[in-house]
């Protein structure tokens, strides 16, 4: 992430209205108009963006770039893991050559920019003058604006809302197995999948783009890829949210109901499933009911690469097999994703598209996009009874005139999840894409020759659907634009499919007891890729495999991994592996955690990943235990209790094959721009020269004797204001509502050493002072006795000093009543995207103490 630009030049009316908070978008301000763009440049600019920017507007934009990788190798894999990674050092290394120059653009005219790698595209805020600039160039392709889409559902009914679920006929369905499956899982013959081909999804992986999931959902818990087996979780690379509107360490959440329900169609238990023993993991791409399309983005991007909840440290290995998106551009005319549907198609990840609920039943071209585009593999809807749903959208696209749907599903009335691990019916194609999206899962498991191949795959479920006559919107009977290629029928697809896979069966069972291990973790790699199938509760799984040879690894806390290595799979020849573990001894882990300083850290919660143990807390010096671990490898985490300070979370390799004894000491918090902080030696640094403010509500701008950075940006004047903060934008008033870091809403590109509703009145005074000589020099901002706004006579005197030499901010506090109480203290970068708190209305700051902030990798 880069940051946003401060003016090159500002007008006076400008100037009045920055000092609004809500006057100007992401802190990106006005310019004065370029020359006016040439014709061929103006056709770059889609006409939404030249209507936002047009009256001295600002807008987000994506800038998308004439450069596009070469997918042909990643193609041409043979394994899953193979083709993701390979599509993405493609994709990475295209964006990075290509967006070099475009980036030292924006980086010296100071414009914010986020980039892409899989559609090769950045993203920026600003007015018509840089619209103009970058429509010039001739390395773009086109500028578009930034838009939001719609999650795609009917309207729901909140009194079909229920805890339990009955099926078509009213009875009630039990918590486990997959009886009395709903009528659309009867419907397209899953079930008979599940009894003749003994299928259930079994080491499939598939994913959602929605509103986010329950994760401990009572049906969808135990297919979750981060479910460790053992009562705890692992939500990186498995659940990624760019909207925030999660938990920020990472657990999944819904805050809609839709990403659940879609979910709960794909592989849920209980009869509400379609692959019920696949596995999934979720980006929540969608706010709520609706989408932006830069968090579309981030969740597209995640799907191919997943990473940790901070966006970090992809892994495109463990990209899933299928994505369902259950979301459209309602009536949109302009195509969207193109790129990531291409991207994901050369990873060999089966996508699934809702059609758009914007028809009304006669009209045609009225499907909408990405469903209605010629890459993705659109899905209509139809009830119960074999009636196209009246608010299916019909082709021929009006994107770009290809047959739309592709093919329908069960899309009324559907039956599935829901937060609260409750349940709702409800209509869309929204509903009808995830079973599409199971179905694949299903067609993958019982044929894994076809996994990654997507165009093999599109054709079996083209020929195995039921053909429905009705070319009123044009094609054929079996092949038209309102039923596509027909109902989706499974069982026949599946039926259709290479017939060569060998069905491996067998049982994990303890050598100590003979008794069946539940929650083993079967890990396959061989001709089929890196496939995980879970035990069930009597200790048996399967899973279905093309000819050659496998390792297999069988792994459960509390025994030793087994192994089986070169398992001759042979055609027409179905086998059995059975396998008994051993127990392993047990022994005590105590342990200490110390904070950044090297002291006992008391109410810090330790937690020995992979142990069905709760996490325990540290008592008052800083011990903590764990009786009886089993022998093996784990991974310690730790975590400090609020107020955290400069204390960050670590993780620590931990082997248990005795009594063990560590000492956990926590790093340095940081940011995701590498940017730390430490307590540091306090040397007050006295004011000499007065900046000229005054009042409560004042700000100025100040020149620095040496650039200052922040977020690796360099600037030769800031913004000061009486209420304790640092703008590096611009002189900012009316900021005394502190607020926390990190936050999009205004100002932005700040340094607080306290930021709080202050006043200076003659007893009070702002000044500058510069140390040191050229090179090592260090520049001190100091508030001398301002005044707190609160009606009281409560007084501090405090500072913020940058160093030359490092880069590093270091904030001092001569003396602060309170303790800091109601103030926020910290650094946020320009975008407001990414921040390091120090606290937020806490009662924290000690007189005489002063806090260093390391600057990424600067020390």
Same mark, same amino acid.
């Given at each position: 992430?880069? /940051?946003?630009?401060?003016?090159?030049?500002?007008?006076a009316?400008?100037?009045?209205?920055?000092?609004t908070?809500?006057?100007?978008a992401?802190?990106?301000?006005?310019?004065?108009?370029?020359?006016?763009?040439?014709?061929?440049?103006?056709?770059?600019?889609?006409s939404?963006?030249?209507?936002?920017?047009a009256?001295?507007?600002?807008?987000?934009?994506?800038?998308?770039?004439?450069?596009?990788?070469?997918?042909t190798t990643?193609?041409?894999?043979?394994?899953?893991?193979?083709?993701?990674?390979?599509?993405?050092?493609?994709?990475?290394?295209?964006?990075?050559?290509?967006?070099?120059? /475009?980036t030292a653009?924006?980086?010296?005219?100071?414009?914010?920019?986020?980039?892409?790698?899989?559609?090769?595209?950045?993203?920026?805020?600003?007015?018509?003058d840089?619209?103009?600039?970058?429509?010039?160039?001739?390395?773009?392709?086109?500028?578009?604006?930034?838009?939001?889409?719609?999650?795609?559902?009917?309207?729901?009914?909140?009194?079909?809302?229920?805890?339990?679920?009955?099926?078509?006929?009213?009875?009630?369905?039990?918590?486990e197995?997959?009886?009395?499956?709903?009528?659309?899982l009867?419907?397209?013959?899953?079930?008979?999948?599940?009894?003749?081909?003994?299928?259930?999804?079994?080491?499939?992986?598939?994913?959602?783009?929605?509103?986010?999931?329950?994760?401990?959902?009572?049906?969808?818990v135990?297919?979750?890829?981060?479910?460790?087996?053992?009562?705890?979780?692992?939500n990186?690379?498995?659940f990624?949210?760019?909207?925030?509107?999660?938990?920020?360490?990472?657990?999944?959440?819904?805050?809609?109901?839709?990403?659940?329900?879609?979910?709960?169609?794909?592989?849920?238990?209980?009869?509400?499933?379609?692959?019920?023993?696949?596995?999934?993991?979720?980006?929540?791409?969608?706010?709520?009911?609706?989408?932006?399309?830069?968090?579309?983005?981030?969740?597209?991007?995640?799907?191919?690469?997943p990473?940790?909840?901070?966006?970090?440290?992809?892994?495109?290995?463990?990209?899933?097999?299928?994505?369902?998106?259950?979301w459209?551009?309602?009536?949109?005319?302009?195509?969207?994703?193109?790129?990531?549907?291409?991207?994901?198609?050369s990873?060999?990840?089966?996508?699934?598209?809702?059609?758009?609920?914007?028809?009304?039943?006669?009209?045609?071209?009225?499907?909408?996009?990405?469903?209605?585009?010629?890459?993705?593999y659109g899905?209509?809807?139809?009830?119960?009874?074999?009636?196209?749903?009246?608010?299916?959208?019909?082709?021929?696209?009006?994107?770009?005139?290809s047959?739309k749907p592709?093919?329908?599903?069960?899309?009324?009335?559907?039956?599935?999840?829901?937060?609260?691990?409750?349940?709702?019916?409800?209509?869309?194609?929204?509903?009808?894409?995830?079973?599409?999206?199971?179905?694949?899962?299903?067609?993958?498991?019982?044929?894994?020759?076809?996994?990654?191949?997507?165009?093999?795959?599109?054709?079996?479920?083209?020929?195995?659907?039921?053909?429905?006559?009705?070319?009123?919107?044009?094609?054929?009977?079996?092949?038209?634009?309102?039923?596509?290629?027909?109902?989706?029928?499974?069982l026949?697809?599946?039926?259709?499919?290479?017939q060569?896979?060998?069905?491996?069966?067998?049982?994990?069972?303890?050598?100590?007891?003979?008794?069946?291990?539940?929650?083993v973790?079967?890990?396959?790699t061989?001709?089929?890729?890196?496939?995980?199938?879970?035990?069930?509760?009597?200790?048996?799984?399967?899973?279905?495999?093309?000819?050659?040879?496998?390792?297999?690894?069988?792994?459960?806390?509390?025994?030793a991994?087994?192994?089986?290595?070169?398992?001759?799979?042979?055609?027409?020849?179905?086998?059995?592996?059975?396998i008994? /573990?051993?127990?392993?001894?047990?022994?005590? &882990?105590?342990?200490?955690?110390?904070?950044?300083?090297?002291?006992?850290?008391?109410?810090?919660?330790v937690?020995?990943?992979? &142990?069905?143990?709760?996490? &325990?807390?540290?008592?008052?010096?800083?011990?903590?235990?764990?009786?009886?671990?089993?022998?093996?490898?784990?991974?310690?985490?730790?975590?400090?209790?609020?107020?955290v300070?400069?204390?960050?979370?670590?993780?620590?390799?931990?082997?248990?094959?005795?009594?063990?004894?560590?000492?956990?000491?926590?790093?340095?918090?940081?940011?995701n721009?590498?940017?730390?902080?430490?307590?540091?030696t306090?040397?007050?640094?006295?004011?000499?020269s007065?900046?000229?403010?005054?009042?409560?509500?004042?700000?100025?701008? &100040?020149?620095?004797?040496?650039?200052?950075?922040l977020?690796?940006?360099?600037?030769?004047?800031?913004?000061?204001?009486?209420?304790?903060l640092?703008?590096?934008?611009?002189?900012?008033?009316?900021?005394?509502?502190?607020?926390?870091?990190?936050?999009?809403?205004?100002?932005?590109?700040?340094?607080?050493?306290?930021w709080?509703?202050?006043?200076?009145?003659?007893?009070?005074?702002?000044?500058?002072a510069t140390?040191?000589?050229?090179g090592?020099?260090?520049?001190?901002?100091?508030?001398?006795?301002? /005044?707190?706004?609160?009606?009281?006579?409560?007084?501090?005197?405090?500072e913020?000093?940058?160093?030359e030499?490092?880069?590093?901010?270091?904030?001092?506090?001569?003396?602060v009543?309170?303790?800091?109480?109601?103030?926020?203290?910290?650094?946020?970068?320009?975008?407001?995207?990414?921040?390091?708190?120090?606290?937020?209305?806490?009662?924290?700051v000690?007189d005489?103490?002063?806090?260093?902030?390391?600057?990424?990798?600067?020390?």
């Open positions: 992430m880069h /940051l946003p630009r401060p003016p090159r030049r500002r007008s009316s400008w100037a009045a209205a920055a000092f908070a809500t006057a100007l992401a802190g990106v301000i006005p310019a004065v108009a370029a020359d006016t763009p040439s014709a061929a440049a103006t056709a770059k600019v889609d939404a963006l030249s209507s936002a920017v009256k001295g507007g600002e807008a987000k934009f994506f800038v998308v770039l004439k450069d596009k990788a070469d997918l990643a193609k041409k894999q043979r394994t899953h893991a193979k083709a993701a990674t390979a599509a993405y050092k493609a994709l990475k290394t295209t964006a990075e050559d290509s967006q070099k120059s /475009l653009f924006l980086d010296k005219e100071k414009v914010g920019h986020k980039d892409y790698w899989i559609a090769n595209t950045v993203q920026v805020t600003g007015d018509q840089l619209v103009n600039e970058l429509a010039k160039r001739s390395d773009v392709e086109k500028i578009v604006k930034l838009r939001t889409f719609k999650i795609d559902a009917m309207e729901t009914d909140d009194s079909k809302v229920t805890k339990s679920r009955t099926d078509s006929t009213g009875t009630a369905s039990s918590a197995g997959d009886t009395a499956p709903t009528w659309g009867s419907d397209i013959k899953a079930d008979q999948v599940w009894d003749q081909y003994g299928d259930r999804g079994e080491g499939i992986v598939v994913a959602s783009v929605d509103t986010g999931v329950q994760y401990d959902h009572p049906d969808l135990k297919q979750y890829r981060g479910n460790n087996g053992d009562g705890t979780f692992t990186d690379y498995n990624y949210d760019p909207t925030g509107n999660c938990s920020s360490d990472g657990t999944p959440c819904d805050n809609n109901g839709h990403g659940t329900h879609t979910m709960g169609t794909m592989v849920g238990k209980n009869g509400i499933g379609v692959a019920p023993n696949a596995k999934w993991i979720a980006a929540k791409g969608c706010g709520t009911s609706s989408c932006s399309s830069d968090d579309l983005l981030a969740a597209g991007q995640w799907i191919l690469a990473t940790d909840h901070n966006g970090q440290n992809p892994r495109p290995d463990l990209a899933p097999n299928i994505v369902n998106n259950s459209g551009n309602e009536h949109g005319v302009n195509p969207f994703y193109e790129d990531i549907i291409d991207a994901w198609n990873a060999g990840i089966f996508e699934a598209f809702a059609a758009g609920n914007f028809g009304d039943g006669v009209t045609c071209s009225t499907t909408d996009p990405p469903g209605a585009q010629v890459s993705a899905v209509g809807a139809y009830d119960s009874t074999g009636t196209i749903a009246d608010f299916t959208g019909f082709g021929p696209s009006r994107i770009d005139g047959m592709n093919i329908t599903a069960p899309g009324v009335d559907v039956t599935s999840a829901w937060p609260d691990s409750s349940y709702n019916t409800i209509d869309g194609t929204s509903m009808a894409t995830p079973h599409v999206a199971g179905a694949v899962a299903l067609l993958w498991s019982a044929a894994p020759s076809l996994i990654g191949n997507i165009d093999e795959t599109r054709k079996l479920l083209d020929e195995g659907a039921t053909d429905v006559d009705d070319t009123h919107c044009g094609g054929t009977a079996d092949a038209n634009n309102v039923w596509g290629n027909g109902k989706l029928d499974i026949a697809s599946v039926a259709k499919a290479p060569n896979a060998v069905t491996v069966t067998g049982k994990v069972t303890s050598k100590a007891t003979g008794e069946g291990l539940s929650g973790t079967v890990k396959v061989g001709a089929d890729g890196t496939r995980n199938v879970t035990t069930s509760p009597d200790g048996s799984y399967r899973l279905a495999m093309t000819p050659g040879s496998y390792d297999i690894s069988y792994t459960l806390y509390g025994y991994t087994g192994s089986v290595t070169g398992l001759a799979v042979v055609a027409g020849k179905d086998m059995t592996q059975d008994a /573990l051993d127990t392993v001894p047990a022994h005590d &882990v105590t342990g200490t955690v110390l904070d950044v300083t090297g002291k006992p850290l008391a109410g810090a919660t937690t020995v990943n992979g &142990v069905p143990t709760p996490s &325990v807390t540290t008592d008052a010096g800083g011990k903590f235990s764990f009786a009886k671990v089993a022998e093996g490898s784990y991974t310690v985490s730790t975590t400090p209790a609020a107020p300070l400069c204390n960050g979370d670590s993780v620590n390799d931990l082997t248990v094959d005795g009594d063990e004894s560590v000492t956990v000491k926590l790093q340095a918090r940081a940011d721009s590498g940017n730390s902080c430490a307590p540091a306090y040397s007050w640094i006295n004011g000499s007065k900046v000229s403010l005054s009042g409560d509500e004042d700000a100025k701008s &100040v020149t620095t004797p040496f650039p200052v950075k977020y690796g940006v360099s600037y030769s004047s800031v913004g000061v204001s009486t209420n304790g640092i703008d590096v934008l611009a002189p900012r008033v009316g900021d005394y509502k502190n607020q926390e870091l990190a936050s999009t809403d205004q100002p932005n590109g700040v340094v607080a050493p306290l709080d509703d202050l006043t200076l009145d003659k007893k009070s005074s702002v000044q500058t140390t040191g000589t050229t090592s020099r260090k520049f001190a901002i100091v508030w001398n006795n301002v /005044l707190f706004s609160d009606g009281t006579t409560n007084r501090a005197t405090f913020a000093v940058f160093d030499a490092t880069g590093a901010i270091t904030f001092q506090y001569k003396s009543p309170g303790k800091g109480a109601s103030a926020t203290i910290g650094i946020e970068n320009q975008a407001g995207t990414d921040a390091l708190q120090y606290s937020y209305n806490q009662a924290v000690t005489g103490s002063a806090i260093r902030i390391a600057q990424g990798a600067q020390s």
